[in-house]
Structure formats: C-alpha cells, structure tokens
C-alpha cells in the first residue's frame, strides 16, 4: 500500500448502529476504506446484537453493551487472523448488527383455498388468516441462511418465505389433527397452538423464534359455506315449534304499530301460538299415528275411542 493510500485510510474509533425502526431485520457496517482501530469502541444497544465476520466466516458475536476491541474481547477474530499476542494495528474486517426486537403483526393467510379431508363434510376446501410475532435469537445462523452479505436485510425480504412456512403448518397441523372443522373453527386457540408447534423447528432453523401465532379466521369457500347454513337450517327444524313462537313474538312490535294495533297484534300472537302448538304436536308424533280430539282438539292416539284429556267420544 502506498504512502498516499495510507494518509488516506481512515481509521474507526466507535462502532455503532442507530436502528431508524424502518423494519430493518440486519445491517452491514459500512467499512468501504475503514480499518478499524485497535482499541475502538463498540457500542451494541438493548434489542440489538453485533457480530464480526472475516473472508465470509463469522467470528464474534455480542450482545447488548459496551466493548473495547482489542485481541483480547475478539478471541475468535484473533484466532482467525493469527494475530500476535503484541498485536497494535488496526486490522480490517466486516461488521454486522442484527435487530432482536419483536416483529409484531406479521399477516399470513391462505392465497387459494387449500384441500383438506374432513370427517363431516369429506373433501373440504377451506381459507385461513391470521398474525405471528418472532425475532432473531441467533445471529450467526440468520446471516448464513438469509440476510448473507446484503447490506441491508428487511422484515420485507423475509415475509413471503415465513407466510409460506405458516400456510404450510396450518395445512399439516389441520390434516394431522382429526378435529371435524365445525369444532377446529369453534376452537381457533388450540389450533394456533398446534401450527405453532409445527412452526417452530423451521423458525429456529432460520436463527429465529417464534414469539406469538394466532389463527384469526377459519372459512369455507361460498358454496360449501351455503351448504352448511342448509345443515343448520335443518338442524333447527327440529324445534319448530319455539321458532315459530320467536318469529311471532319478534312480529308483536311490529304489529301493534299497523292497523288494530294492540288487538291485531294479540289476535296474531294468538294465531301464531296456536300455530306452534299444531306444528310441535306435528314434529314430536308422525302424522299417521295421530289424530285431534273432535271436541277439545287434544293430540290423541288414532286408535282411541275416547278422549284421554275431556272424555269425549271420538267417531
């Protein structure tokens, strides 16, 4: 190196990252025509960690506080470069500062509706969404397996590969769990847990943990969805008779506003009771094994010659 080039290079004294809290996940320390100075200070903050890399190899890694760097505080550095126990000059080498903060509000959600089977309804086509939280644990693994020697690594970058890795875990932990969908979307705690669980060993893979995953919503496409309001609307035919008597009570409001206000309205909840009744006498006993007192209009066995209720003959 010539005397020109010498008087040139700059030498860095402190080290340090202000995190602007743009999303930035790691940050290349720029080094362009900088050596370091033997004695220098690094200053790493809460919800940050730094590390030192040397010809694509990461050497020390170090947590929140204030270090002076000399061969001492940088053992494997200083094994990696052979440096001399008396060593005073600055040396060269790439540093990088990763953010620990919490990523908070990260949106993940099925694309297209993925297939699944179910026990109740067979093939089932279903849509999922919701949010997760995470933050990078492990440094040295996060730089190998993604941000590598960007200079700017972003929560951006990262969002496609982990929305994909949550699809992926909600469609295993779905199919693997038996659960019927109508009780696993009664229960949406228990199936974040389980995808969580899923989650996790692809997360520590990446030099991340995952904090935090909640399942918002769990939905069938249009038709299938339609399909199951006709389920519910059968299933409440069953008790015909209360909502016959809910429909007319929600319509007394109404009625006594209308022409004959409280008198129309008292001769249609008349009406309508007596309707309910009719309708549960139906649904409780088959038609054809029944029949109505001629004279008090009792439910009665279609074989009996008399009345159980007022007595009366029956022809």
């Not at 949010?131 to 020697?149: A, C, D, M």
Request: proline share 5%; hydrophobic share 40%.
């Amino acid at each position: 190196m010539g005397l020109g080039k010498f008087i040139h290079k700059q030498f860095i004294d402190v080290i340090e990252w202000t995190d602007p809290g743009d999303g930035t996940l790691a940050v290349r320390y720029p080094m362009e025509d900088h050596e370091i100075q033997n004695g220098g200070q690094l200053t790493v903050r809460e919800s940050q960690m730094a590390a030192f890399v040397n010809e694509g190899r990461m050497a020390d890694v170090f947590g929140p506080g204030r270090y002076t760097l000399k061969t001492e505080t940088l053992p494997l550095l200083t094994n990696l470069m052979n440096w001399d126990k008396l060593f005073q000059s600055p040396f060269k080498s790439d540093v990088y500062f990763f953010s620990t903060r919490l990523v908070t509000a990260q949106r993940w959600g099925t694309a297209n509706p993925i297939t699944i089977r179910d026990k109740d309804f067979g093939m089932v086509r279903l849509r999922a969404f919701g949010t997760y939280t995470y933050r990078i644990v492990k440094p040295e693994v996060f730089h190998e397996q993604l941000s590598g020697t960007r200079d700017v690594y972003k929560v951006d970058d990262l969002e496609p590969q982990l929305r994909n890795l949550s699809v992926n875990a909600m469609t295993t932990a779905f199919a693997s769990s038996q659960v019927p969908f109508l009780d696993m979307a009664a229960n949406q705690t228990e199936l974040a847990g389980k995808i969580a669980e899923a989650l996790k060993p692809s997360f520590t893979g990446l030099g991340l943990s995952l904090e935090g995953f909640v399942v918002e919503n769990l939905s069938l496409p249009d038709e299938l969805q339609k399909r199951l309001d006709e389920r519910i609307g059968m299933n409440m035919a069953g008790d015909l008779a209360k909502f016959t008597q809910y429909q007319v009570a929600e319509s007394i409001p109404l009625a006594a506003q209308n022409e004959g206000g409280a008198a129309g309205a008292a001769a249609s909840l008349g009406a309508g009771f007596a309707m309910a009744q009719q309708i549960a006498a139906n649904v409780q006993q088959p038609h054809a094994d029944t029949k109505f007192c001629s004279s008090c209009g009792k439910s009665i066995a279609r074989p009996s010659k008399f009345c159980p209720e007022c007595g009366a003959a029956q022809g």
